[in-house]
Antibody, heavy 115, light 110 residues
């Protein structure tokens, strides 16, 4: 059974930084694109970023370029999202997802940006 | 505002067939595969349809997807109360070089 488990996140002040991690199991991690998708309270899904199997290709939603960085460690079956210069509007549940078409999803991790 | 347009709500009675539309453009639906997700409140989304009309294992055949030109549809037949959820379409956009989701449709079973 595929499992994706997010960790990290929590509360940050505007302008601060946080890092999310996602641990994958039950799949050959290095074979899969990995993504982060977020959902603001009461809102729809918004794709944040994705990374290809060996980390050589990374794509970001335009509005977040320069502030967020996706990376992965295939030896540890981990994918990360480094979030810098956080804004109140970044408050959301952040989901880790595996597969080119978001085949698998983690349970989500709440990130709250507030002073 | 989403690049992909979905109706905010849809409804039907048990046993009915309901369709949810997803309208896009040539750079997304017109060129790339469409995916559909189901999400219950407080839980993670679940992949329902991939590559326009394919179902992952474990998804009931009451769910079907189709695509024509720059629009796609999700059909749910034999509607059940447990189908009440939010439904999202998604596609890669060649101009944005990124994924785009529809705004979501809330399905109510009357």
């Amino acid at each position: 059974e595929v499992q994706l488990v997010e960790s990290g996140g929590g509360l940050a002040q505007p302008g601060g930084s946080l890092r999310l991690s996602c641990a994958a199991s039950g799949l050959t991690f290095s074979n899969y694109w990995m993504s982060w998708v977020r959902q603001a309270p009461g809102k729809g899904l918004e794709w944040v970023a994705n990374i290809n199997q060996n980390g050589s290709e990374r794509y970001y939603v335009d509005s977040l370029k320069g502030r967020f960085t996706i990376s992965r460690d295939n030896a540890k079956n981990l994918v990360y999202l480094q979030m810098n210069s956080l804004r109140v509007e970044d408050t959301a549940v952040y989901y880790c997802s595996g597969g080119l078409g978001f085949d698998f999803w983690g349970q989500g991790r709440l990130v709250t940006v507030s002073s | 505002q989403s690049v992909l347009t979905q109706p905010p709500s849809a409804s039907g009675t048990p046993g009915q067939r309901v369709t949810i539309s997803c309208s896009g453009g040539t750079s997304n639906i017109g060129t790339n595969y469409v995916f559909w997700y189901q999400q219950f409140p407080g839980t993670a989304p679940r992949l329902l349809i991939f590559d326009n009309h394919q179902r992952p294992s474990g998804v009931h055949d009451r769910f079907s997807g189709s695509k024509s030109g720059t629009s796609a549809s999700l059909a749910i037949s034999g509607l059940r109360s447990e189908d009440e959820a939010h439904y999202y379409c998604a596609a890669w956009d060649d101009i944005l070089s990124g994924w785009t989701f529809g705004g979501g449709t809330t399905l109510t079973v009357l």
